[in-house]
């Protein structure tokens, strides 16, 4: 009996994941902003996925896990990856050179499980609850009123509120998508085929749109190994094995700090300020996650 009692018990690392997670969530919007000051957007992007690749290549040779099977599979791989690694990071780098706040990102990304939670019944031929209507005006409330209040300090412009839609936009479809369509395949296959994705598409619009022009210093090289490592490696992985053992609504439930806690990063890193009145627009924000996203 008493085997069979410690046998169930959850690994310290796996008790302590959500907040792990969280936490290395949230601090890369603050982290990839001070990046940007060394490199563009897509160049930075390009460096970072193909990195990330390097890194999983000798995972996959020593571990040799199952590859996709058939063409259909691989495309849904690809299509998520160019949604979420391309369009989202992309996008809402872009957001960041425009001069949007680690903050003032984080909340419009908050809005991602309010427009999934929408969406996917319509998908779905299902009717949409009041609950989450009523969720979506509480986002979106939030938003605008972050964003309002934080005018004074720093004006939002047209290409960043445009930048961070897309960026959104980018990360629902690819969250709707893998829904749709997603198979579970090994953690190593599906991010090394999805940076893979990723870096095929901003490498060449980096080329072309940019200068590609990088100024390697202590922070950057610090930067990026926080965003390939913490980020891009141990976050997802963490994920990953949250989702396997059945642990991703805890992650749900700390997801709502991941706004307010950015804009702490941001301030750490970045002086960013973020006025009082402006954590009560996050705190409506939230509330409108919670009721867009609670089960009936």
Not at 254 to 276: C, Y
Request: hydrophobic letters at 55%; aromatic letters at 12%.
């Amino acid at each position: 009996m008493r085997k069979g009692l410690i046998s169930n018990r959850k690994p310290l690392w796996l008790i302590a994941a959500p907040v792990i997670f969280t936490l290395l969530w949230a601090g890369g919007y603050g982290v990839a902003k001070v990046a940007l000051q060394y490199a563009e957007p897509l160049t930075l992007l390009s460096v970072r996925f193909g990195l990330v690749v390097c890194i999983l290549l000798p995972f996959y040779l020593f571990l040799r896990p199952k590859l996709p099977n058939g063409l259909s599979q691989w495309f849904h791989l690809i299509v998520v990856g160019v949604l979420v690694q391309a369009i989202y990071f992309g996008f809402c780098w872009w957001a960041f050179r425009s001069g949007v706040a680690a903050g003032v990102l984080a909340i419009f990304m908050s809005l991602q499980p309010i427009l999934v939670a929408i969406s996917a019944p319509k998908f779905a031929r299902e009717s949409v609850s009041p609950g989450r209507w009523l969720g979506l005006i509480l986002g979106l409330i939030g938003v605008l009123t972050v964003i309002i209040i934080r005018s004074d300090i720093e004006p939002p412009t047209i290409p960043g509120i445009t930048f961070s839609t897309l960026g959104l936009l980018g990360i629902t479809a690819g969250v709707l998508y893998e829904k749709r369509f997603g198979i579970q395949h090994h953690p190593v296959v599906s991010n090394m085929v999805q940076y893979a994705a990723g870096f095929i598409v901003v490498l060449p619009a980096a080329f072309f749109l940019e200068t590609m022009r990088i100024e390697w210093t202590g922070t950057l090289f610090a930067a990026l190994g926080y965003l390939v490592i913490g980020n891009s490696i141990i976050a997802i992985s963490l994920l990953v094995a949250m989702i396997r053992t059945g642990d991703v609504s805890k992650v749900s439930s700390l997801m709502f700090l991941v706004p307010p806690l950015a804009a702490l990063f941001g301030w750490i890193l970045l002086d960013e300020e973020m006025p009082l009145l402006a954590w009560g627009g996050m705190a409506v924000a939230a509330m409108g996650v919670i009721l867009a996203t609670r089960k009936s």
